[in-house]
């Protein structure tokens, strides 16, 4: 099997540098290149997410636009992620999960917040250095058949990103790297030459991720990849996610709604509400034993094959319908649908912190937890 070793940045920077600014600006680039080329040590966290918020506009006119609000999609998380262990984030539709996705990608601009890759903040970088940082932070997305260009082959997909980064395969070199990455994903080198649509959705979703794999990145994040996939070829999928995972030593962040998969492969789990982060722990700790009223609405709602199980099982039934993004409610976001609400929900927002009656306890309750009256409350979760 090929190895895929990382090259250093060969592209120049062709705009001329004479001035004493100009200089110390390349300086600063070049020291954030090397520092986010340098291997990240194994347990060491390789991406800090800080406060990050994402709001779009709400605006009002056709030639004189106005703004008159603000969809708060992503309105203050914070988290880390170590190299290679992997977070999984869930939560509803709407939530904000896709949001933080595409921030973390640069794809879209964070309205404020740090996002921390080997200790450089990404969204204060340009050029050389933020060319770097996306060469090693790749994305598998939701749908295997939209995000592959039907008009080109899956040679010419897999091969676009050396055009990009050059340095990574020469010229020479590319048909081959692209075979090797089709044998790694499991798929027939020979069918280099085929289009999208000569695929299954397993098949597609595999070039995807060699897709993705191509560059030998650190940090690869999955949108929802096999929600569009039948189960079986979901177990596959995560199956050989899992074994590029030990293989290439990647971290992986997770995002999905199936909570029995985010269990499987994830080794932190992180559940987000209407754009906040409601808890946040292992997986034992969110699964066995939940403290915030969100999650355990979420695995209360988990079908259970064990007739045995169902029985004693108390069910939580939420009431009402998810805030609007544009208008959240004051204080905890979750307080409009929480049976545990009281005034106090509505003035103060929550720290996502352990909670003070699980302090210095060595009990797997003792996880961060953004709730008021946060408990450990008795649900069976996802097997």
């Known amino acids: 099997m090929a190895e895929f070793k990382k090259s250093g940045e060969a592209v120049a920077d062709a705009t001329p540098r004479t001035t004493g600014v100009d200089k110390v600006d390349a300086a600063t680039e070049t ?47 914070s988290f880390d992620l170590y190299q290679g262990e992997t977070l999984g984030i869930v939560g509803e539709s709407g939530c904000g999960k896709s949001t933080v996705a595409k921030l973390l990608m640069t794809l879209e601009t964070a309205t404020a917040g740090e996002v921390f890759f080997k200790g450089q903040d990404i969204t204060k970088l340009s050029g050389r250095a933020l060319k770097a940082v996306r060469r090693n ?46 044998d790694v994903v499991g798929l027939n080198p020979e069918y280099i030459n085929r289009y999208p649509h000569q695929f299954s959705g397993g098949q597609r979703q595999r070039i995807g991720i060699a897709r993705g794999l191509a560059l030998n990145p ?25 074994k590029l995972q030990d293989e290439f030593n990647l971290s992986y962040l997770f995002i999905a709604h199936d909570l029995s998969i985010v269990r499987h492969i994830s080794d932190r789990v992180g559940v987000m509400y209407l754009g906040k982060m409601a808890e946040i722990g292992t997986d034992e700790q ?46 905890c976001r979750f307080r409009t649908r929480c049976w545990k609400a009281e005034a106090k929900c509505a003035e103060e927002v929550p720290l996502l912190a352990v909670p003070e009656r699980f302090k210095g306890q060595d009990t797997p309750a003792a996880h961060e937890s953004a709730c008021h009256f946060a408990e450990e409350k008795d649900v069976v979760g996802a097997v």
């Open 286 to 331: 969110i699964y066995d034993h939940p403290t915030h009223p969100y999650t355990q609405a979420l695995l209360s709602a988990v079908p259970v094959p064990d007739p045995s199980a169902r029985e004693g099982r108390e069910r939580i039934i939420l009431t009402g319908d998810v805030p609007s993004p544009a208008n959240p409610p004051s204080g």
């Open 31 to 77: 020291a954030a290149v090397a520092a986010v080329e340098k291997p990240a040590g194994r347990g060491e966290p390789i991406l800090q997410v800080r406060n990050l918020v994402k709001h779009f506009p709400l605006t009002q006119g056709i030639l004189f636009k106005k703004q008159v609000g603000a969809v708060k999609a992503v309105d203050g998380i």
């Open 218 to 242: 650190e940090i690869i994040i999955c949108d929802e990849p096999v929600s569009a996939l039948d189960v079986s070829v979901q177990a596959q999928v995560i199956n050989l996610m899992e």
């Open 137 to 182: 932070i790749q994305m598998v997305f939701q749908d295997p058949y939209t995000s592959l260009n039907p008009r080109m082959t899956v040679g010419d997909i897999i091969g676009e990103t050396f055009e990009i980064h050059p340095e990574v395969a020469p010229k020479g070199e590319r048909r081959r790297k692209v075979q090797d990455l089709l």
